[in-house]
């Protein structure tokens, strides 16, 4: 039977609420599709685009600035902050960390968080959304396991019900409001970085190939890097800490993960703000946190301390095959 812990307990009154909403729209279901396949199709064709043309310093610095705004967005905001309250954030940050979130093309805020508590309540259990383990233990079953964690999981058309994993984001104006603005992110994702682009450069040519670099291959690296902890953090790596499923540490992930790659540590203890927590795991998220604590717009930060860590290192291991 599955044990949640406190933080992970789904959030509701007046009785258990179902563990999902229905299914996705039609329409919703057609922007999944849309959303992760064509920035897959412009990583296809990146490199060969790369190849002695259409790619200059200035779509470089825009990947890459858009890439740290959106994934510290998810990494920071929807993951740390939302989903598992690892500090608490003044109003201007909790809306700005919103809209950065937004704009990884991830879905919108309340789904993300939903699906994510529901995530850590039955993680590789029944329940979960994206378990590599779902199909059993067989190479034929792990393959088509990976796949379904890893891209999958997002073509189903069963919507987690936020009712019960996120009424305190429902409630909350702010975030509910950036929520249901997604498609206006979506267009700002794609769009913000043609403008920039098409105005340094004063082309439409500097404009297009902002748009393909720190538009679509932006979004497709940021998307296959955010999966990976759903599949292969979960499929191999090592478990130095105890958590009660097969959440592993995979370290060739971690820079451009942002820190979410110490995933043992995330499932041992999901409320702290540090997953890399050992000399040497880089947790650029963690980091960012920090700054964010000095300058007063972050407070009540759940970080690591030696008492914690040793009751983790104490507890059994659920053991990563």
């Not at 090592?238 to 993960?257: G, I, K, Y």
């Not at 995933?263 to 980091?287: F, K, Y």
Request: a positive charge; one cysteine or more.
């Amino acid at each position: 039977m599955t044990t949640v812990t406190a933080d992970e307990r789904p959030e509701h009154t007046g009785g258990p609420k179902p563990l999902l909403d229905g299914q996705q729209s039609q329409g919703r279901t057609v922007l999944v599709h849309i959303f992760v396949l064509a920035p897959t199709l412009a990583l296809a064709a990146a490199v060969p685009l790369a190849w002695g043309w259409g790619l200059t310093w200035l779509d470089v610095g825009l990947a890459i600035g858009f890439y740290l705004l959106s994934g510290l967005g998810v990494t920071v905001g929807f993951h740390r902050l939302f989903t598992h309250r690892s500090f608490r954030a003044d109003r201007g940050l909790r809306i700005a960390l919103a809209v950065a979130g937004s704009l990884a093309m991830q879905g919108d805020v309340v789904s993300w968080v939903a699906d994510h508590r529901r995530h850590h309540a039955y993680s590789d259990k029944e329940g979960d959304p994206h378990s590599p383990w779902r199909f059993g233990t067989t190479p034929a079953a792990l393959a088509k396991g990976f796949v379904h964690a890893h891209i999958g999981w997002l073509f189903g058309r069963d919507r987690t019900n936020a009712a019960r994993f996120a009424p305190d984001l429902l409630a909350d104006r702010d975030i509910a409001r950036i929520g249901r603005l997604l498609v206006l992110w979506t267009v700002v994702a794609l769009l913000a970085p043609a403008l920039v682009g098409g105005l340094v450069t004063m082309s439409w040519w500097g404009a297009l190939t902002a748009f393909f670099w720190a538009g679509l291959v932006r979004v497709a690296v940021l998307h296959h890097v955010t999966w990976s902890i759903n599949s292969i953090c979960h499929m191999i790596g090592e478990q130095p800490f105890a958590s009660r499923d097969r959440a592993t540490n995979v370290w060739p992930l971690a820079v451009l993960s942002m820190g979410e790659s110490w995933h043992n540590l995330h499932h041992a203890d999901p409320t702290c703000a540090r997953h890399g927590v050992r000399r040497g795991q880089v947790d650029i998220s963690a980091r960012v946190i920090w700054f964010f604590e000095k300058l007063g717009w972050a407070h009540d930060v759940r970080w690591p301390t030696p008492t914690r860590l040793a009751r983790l290192d104490a507890a059994p291991r659920a053991g990563a095959r």
